[in-house]
């Protein structure tokens, strides 16, 4: 049979080519399909004689769609190992009719794994005819999701031809995208939101990702604030404040502070307002000093209460407060500008109108008056000065010698005080300190033997006033002689000179000193 096979092909070799062309006619075996029908009168078109193995090379160069996808790697044709190097007659064979089914397709036990498109999701539930139609051939069916979903495309297209990239195919509105691949994440509430709810119309171009873009409508500070909503706002939750104040500026928010709303400190927003941070800025209207105490309100005031007001002045001022001070208010002492001020400590210079003793004390207050109390509790050591309090005077009171505040006009002599005390109506002078003692003005010691004049018998028992009966106004210059007493008692009339004491005694001057006269 290979023998006249092989003759028969010599044979025709050797024949014109019209004459051939009837020749294979007559040799074939059945007509060719209607597809093929153009080339049944050239063998050599499909057949290469001798050459089996060639002829899936021909078939290929005809059906270049097939040759180029198992050139790829791509198609039902690469799919399949066995196919790339099994003969195409082994599945399509030819020469049986016009009408013959050379595909041989079973969509019913057709693997669609074995193509490019594998059935996933909801595509293994959709007919075949819904994407390969009669007037094209199976390769010819679309792949591209918009070639079928062109009409179900929300975003016409603005958004591409990626579908994949937010659609899955079990379900066409079933749709993810991961909106962290963008520019704008969504974080917080965010990722709750539609998408519509920033893309109106499906429009995805151009999208403002400004908070007050969105949130206008809920700005209460009306712009004020500027458009950096995310330094004070978070996407948790737009009412949820989420500004540390204590961090985020130089002026943390402590005590009432804290409970203060933002538009009571800046009431033209924050954006354009720069707020100081000296307390004066905001309590101008509560400073009762109307800035005489500078603005350094912090020194007396604190955060929790403007009104508590507190000021060591013990240890930030070289004045501590103390005694009757201590409930002075600031404007008793602090009439002026305070950082103006250069206040002096002296008593006297607060107390200058309180000073009953019009300066003659001096200004050294503090040596009699304490902080307790100015008129009460006076302290002042009489016994520095010239005139020490001894004996009964320690327990005398200040107003029974000083008949007046001013105490260096009051008298130091006895006298002044003791005249009506003075029995002797100042016979002796206002030396009573030479007799009398300030442990009594009755306890008085005096010696008249010490003087010129010893008192002797009967002189001793004499009453002072006896002898010394004129008033004095200097030193006692009383006169010793016996005339100066006795000239009434003389009943010689001064015959016998003054010296009565030739012949009289001190025992009784009636007795006569007879042996003084017997010496003469």
């Not at 206040?343 to 003793?357: A, E, G, K, P, Q």
Request: overall charge negative.
């Amino acid at each position: 049979m290979y023998k006249h096979a092989v003759l028969l092909a010599i044979l025709l070799m050797n024949m014109n080519t019209a004459y051939s062309a009837d020749i294979e006619t007559l040799l074939m075996p059945g007509a060719v399909i209607s597809g093929h029908a153009k080339l049944e009168s050239e063998c050599t078109s499909c057949h290469v004689f001798l050459g089996d193995n060639t002829q899936s090379r021909l078939c290929r160069d005809c059906h270049e769609d097939v040759d180029s996808d198992i050139l790829k790697g791509k198609g039902f044709h690469s799919s399949i190992e066995s196919v790339k190097t099994r003969p195409c007659r082994e599945c399509h064979t030819d020469h049986t009719g016009r009408n013959a089914d050379i595909i041989l397709l079973n969509p019913a036990t057709f693997n669609h794994q074995d193509t490019d498109f594998d059935l996933e999701g909801a595509h293994s539930q959709v007919p075949c005819s819904s994407c390969h139609t009669d007037d094209k051939k199976y390769s010819e069916a679309p792949s591209a999701c918009l070639d079928c979903h062109e009409s179900d495309d929300p975003h016409k297209g603005e958004l591409g031809d990626e579908c994949d990239s937010c659609h899955s195919v079990k379900e066409w509105t079933d749709f993810k995208f991961n909106h962290d691949d963008t520019d704008f994440k969504l974080t917080g509430e965010h990722r709750e939101v539609g998408c519509n709810k920033c893309h109106a119309n499906n429009n995805y171009e151009n999208t403002p990702d400004t908070c007050l873009a969105c949130h206008d409508l809920n700005d209460v500070h009306d712009g004020r604030n500027g458009d950096e909503c995310d330094e004070c706002h978070s996407t948790e939750k737009w009412d949820s404040i989420d500004f540390d104040h204590d961090k985020d500026t130089e002026f943390k928010l402590v005590g009432s502070h804290k409970d203060l709303e933002c538009l009571a400190c800046h009431k033209e927003g924050m954006a354009e307002d720069s707020v100081e941070k000296e307390c004066n800025s905001c309590h101008a209207e509560d400073d009762q000093h109307q800035s005489r105490n500078g603005v350094k309100c912090h020194d007396c005031h604190n955060q929790t209460s403007w009104d508590d007001a507190k000021f060591n002045h013990t240890t930030k001022t070289d004045f501590p407060l103390e005694g009757a001070h201590k409930e002075l208010i600031c404007a008793s002492c602090h009439r002026g500008v305070l950082s103006e001020e250069n206040l002096s400590t002296d008593c006297i210079d607060c107390h200058r109108t309180d000073d009953v003793h019009k300066g003659e004390q001096g200004e050294e207050c503090q040596l009699c008056h304490q902080n307790e109390n100015w008129t009460s509790g006076l302290v002042f050591e009489h016994d520095l000065s010239h005139f020490p309090l001894l004996g009964l005077h320690a327990s005398v009171p200040c107003e029974e010698c000083h008949l007046s505040p001013e105490f260096k006009s009051t008298e130091s002599d006895c006298n002044s005080c003791h005249a009506k005390d003075d029995e002797h109506k100042t016979t002796f002078g206002t030396n009573c300190e030479k007799c009398h003692n300030p442990n009594g003005w009755g306890i008085w010691t005096f010696d008249h033997d010490n003087t010129d004049f010893k008192l002797e018998n009967a002189h001793s028992d004499l009453h002072c006033n006896q002898c010394h009966f004129k008033p004095l106004t200097s030193e006692v210059k009383q006169s010793t002689q016996c005339q100066s007493c006795h000239y009434t008692d003389d009943i010689h009339r001064g015959q016998f000179g003054r010296d009565c004491g030739r012949c009289h005694t001190t025992e009784n001057f009636r007795d006569i000193n007879n042996d003084k006269l017997r010496l003469q």
